[in-house]
């Protein structure tokens, strides 16, 4: 199970197994354990409160899930509290239910998220220098794993003993494999050129203020922590970067590059052993007075590479048979082997290029083996420096000065920047979210933030620009052509439904297209998810209600260029499985099986909430 956690990260569980583990930037700070005070909880499971601290930091994971997307920011935090309230809801089940994960299981999936790993393996020093960032022991972490695989457990039990019958697989294929006649009209959005009036303009601005408006904006002062940086203050001698060097000489060493082609004489029913011996020795004896490639082109029964004149690339060991390996490895550059045997048969080989390998001198190598020393010896002083920003920025942030005097660090600025865009340090997404995270608005400092794992990031608010209106004569213009757009897009909705009226009245699409001097276009046997239609268009399609008897279904559907499309749906097929559907019958199955179980784990889920004690606050809390 634990082995399959990662790859199932779009279950209904993966959301809090992220929370929970995402380190450094997602994990509880330690405020989550802390008293509330006189603050009133948001939400209540059980003995279990949320406040609205809590719902900030989950709002704040959830929406880094969603980048990229335009999702209101009330909606999204009303389901990140919803979304705590279900796993809190599940946690205290399967708890009840005595349900359980051991240690070994935690700490062997603790080992092999990447997070904590250096070259591919895990680094205890990388465990504790993150968690320690955090503020979290190592027992609070592996109790929170625990939690969480737990209930992904508890998952899988409901979702894994769902099954499909043929029946479903059937009727998904019916489905999936439907076909549809349809005959559209696409009615154009004509330019208008009667331009609105000021009182027009002046309504829509006071109806639309929220988009007149700057965006919000903010400044920011940081510091930087860099391996780099460290590393060049990495004091050097020959004796040790040679030492150095002599460590790491498999790091200075190019190998050698070895081009091969081949002319291949096949064995098989045909053609015995020894026939193919002989073919092979002839087609050496042409060598003498034909090119290598001519001669492959010709005989060779590797069809793929006679036609580049034998050309196999770039030869490495290990990827080809012994005796074959043996004789590429042996030719000196434009040697052509004696045939070679192999389980295909007999093979001439010639090296096309060749360029020597070898060990670079300490003196060539010296810069990079001088960089690399360096970057090796700053490591440690990294980690270390790392943990005293996260304890220095943590114990003083109200204080971005104090933490940079304890390390020797200089105090930057950035520019403003929005939530969208910004230069500079701004250009990084990972600092616009943290610029405007909660806390940091609050006039704290961030936490650390890691840049590509060799930097090191704090920051704290230097200036804040709320959203601001727009003076009308500003977005006079804008307004104007929004207006004007608009008025087209209703007059092509109006000729749209007149074209819309006249078919469901039984007027031929023809004679209708006629009169409104339009284009009729027509598709047959269109195929859901397999047609080059504009997507909103097939969408609208497969959505529409089937006809009834000879009468066409008529509907109008809107592109994202304003178009509008009256569409006369004519014939519905249902769909037969292919014979390529039949070769991946067992995966369909699987496939639909999990889907079902997924309906089936959200239903558990919602009748376990159903029965708990939960409590909401409805009252707004203060942000």
């Known amino acids: 199970m634990l082995t399959k956690i990662r790859e199932k990260s779009q279950g209904a569980l993966a959301w809090v197994i992220l929370t929970l583990i995402c380190v450094p930037f997602a994990l509880w700070g330690i405020n989550n354990y802390l008293d509330g005070g006189g603050e009133a909880p948001v939400a209540s499971v059980g003995d279990k409160d949320f406040y609205q601290r809590d719902v900030n930091k989950a709002y704040e994971q959830y929406s880094q899930n969603l980048q990229g997307m335009n999702v209101d920011e009330t909606i999204l935090k009303a389901q990140a509290l919803q979304k705590l309230i279900k796993d809190e809801v599940l946690l205290q089940y399967v708890h009840a239910e005595g349900l359980v994960v051991t240690d070994n299981e935690a700490r062997d999936f ?84 009667e331009q609105p009036a000021p009182e027009e303009i002046t309504a829509y601005y006071q109806q639309h203020q929220d988009l007149f408006q700057t965006p919000e904006q903010v400044s920011v002062e940081y510091v930087e922590l860099s391996l780099n940086d460290l590393a060049k203050k990495v004091v050097v001698t020959d004796e040790k970067l040679k030492a150095f060097y002599d460590e790491q000489k498999d790091q200075y060493t190019t190998p050698e590059r070895r081009k091969i082609s081949h002319i291949l004489i096949a064995i098989n029913d045909k053609v015995t052993e020894k026939q193919a011996l002989e073919k092979a020795l002839k087609a050496k004896q042409e060598l003498v007075n034909k090119d290598f490639s001519a001669v492959a082109a010709e005989v060779s029964d590797d069809k793929l590479t006679a ?28 040697e052509v082997s004696n045939p070679v045997k192999s389980a295909f048969g007999y093979h001439l080989i010639k090296v096309t290029e060749l360029v020597p390998g070898g060990l670079k001198s300490f003196d060539s190598a010296k810069p990079e083996v001088t960089a690399a020393y360096q970057k090796a010896q700053a490591e440690n002083a990294f980690y270390e420096a790392g943990e005293k920003l996260t304890e220095s920025s943590y114990e003083h942030p109200d204080s971005l000065q104090t933490v940079a005097d304890g390390l020797s660090l200089v105090v930057q600025k950035s520019s403003l920047f929005t939530k969208e865009k910004g230069e500079g340090v701004a250009a990084d997404e990972k600092i616009r979210n943290a610029a405007f995270s909660e806390e940091v608005l609050q006039g704290n400092n961030s936490a650390p933030i890691e840049q590509t794992g060799e930097r ?101 559907t809107l592109l994202p260029s304003g178009e509008q499309v009256v569409v006369s749906l004519s014939k519905v097929t249902a769909g037969v499985m292919s014979e390529d559907d039949k070769k991946q019958l067992e995966l369909a199955k699987k496939n639909i099986a999990k889907a079902l179980g997924q309906t089936e784990f959200n239903q558990v889920l919602n009748s376990l909430q159903a029965e708990a004690d939960v409590e909401v606050n409805k009252k707004p809390q203060a942000q």
């Open 110 to 193: 603790i080992k092999s998220l990447p997070y904590f790993q250096v070259d591919g393996k895990f680094s205890e020093k990388q465990y504790k220098s993150l968690l320690g960032s955090q503020r979290i022991s190592s027992a609070e972490f592996v109790s929170r794993i625990k939690n969480a695989l737990t209930m992904e457990q508890f998952q899988h039990s409901v979702v894994d003993s769902s099954f499909a019958t043929q029946f479903d697989v059937e009727s998904y294929f019916k489905i999936q494999n439907q076909q549809r006649d349809v005959d559209y009209i696409v009615v154009p959005v004509s330019p208008v050129n």
């Open 307 to 334: 036609k580049k004149g034998g050309d196999l690339g770039l030869f490495n060991l290990g990827s080809m048979e012994k005796a074959f390996e043996e004789a590429a490895s042996s030719l000196k550059q434009g």
């Open 456 to 556: 090191l990031i704090v920051l704290r608010l230097l200036e804040h620009k709320t959203a601001a209106k727009k003076d009308i004569a500003e977005v006079k213009g804008e307004i104007a052509a929004e207006l004007v757009k608009v008025k087209a897009q209703r007059l092509a909705l109006e000729k749209a439904k007149k074209i819309q009226v006249s078919l469901e009245a039984g007027t031929s699409i023809q004679t209708v297209a006629n009169e409104n001097k339009v284009e009729i276009k027509s598709e047959k046997g269109l195929v859901r998810g397999k047609n080059k239609l504009p997507e909103s268009l097939s969408d609208a399609i497969f959505k529409a209600a089937k006809p009834v008897g000879d009468k066409p279904s008529i509907f109008l």
